[in-house]
């Protein structure tokens, strides 16, 4: 093969745009971007098991609603309507046994803090999540 001066530059603007896309591949976290995260609980005296509070904290289906954590702050009828609303696709999408006898009594936007208590920072911006309370339906 020969390698002209046209097909080298032509080589070498293709390689700085793979280099410059690679960037986007980072570890860094999806969740602060394009969705925000919901943590739930159950409120006191409705008897809902927790063994249900934990599986809807880990589903893939229900731990996150859509939209940037900016989209929910100091609004918490729509905090409470998205995470409604995904709690009704989990219903659809997941097998999780309870999840259909729950609504959400209340959501708002906090900082997300660790075991510890410790506030969550990624990338040196403060992570925040929606904290949900389920009622009995």
Do not use: W
Not at 39 to 55: F, N, P, R, T, W
Not at 117 to 126: R, S
């Amino acid at each position: 093969m020969i390698l002209s001066r046209r097909s080298f530059l032509k080589v070498a603007g293709l390689s700085a745009v793979a280099v410059a896309g690679a960037s986007m591949f980072t570890g860094c976290n999806v969740n602060n971007l394009f969705s925000t995260g919901v943590v739930y609980s159950a409120k006191k005296g409705e008897d809902i098991d927790a063994d249900l509070i934990e599986k809807l904290n880990k589903s893939n289906f229900a731990n996150a609603v859509p939209g940037h954590s900016d989209l929910y702050s100091g609004k918490p009828n729509k905090c409470k309507e998205a995470v409604q609303n995904q709690l009704n696709g989990a219903n659809l999408l997941s097998n999780i046994p309870g999840a259909k006898n729950v609504k959400v009594e209340s959501a708002e936007l906090s900082e997300k803090t660790n075991e510890k208590g410790e506030k969550v920072v990624e990338n040196g911006k403060q992570v925040y999540v929606i904290k949900a309370v389920l009622v009995k339906n």
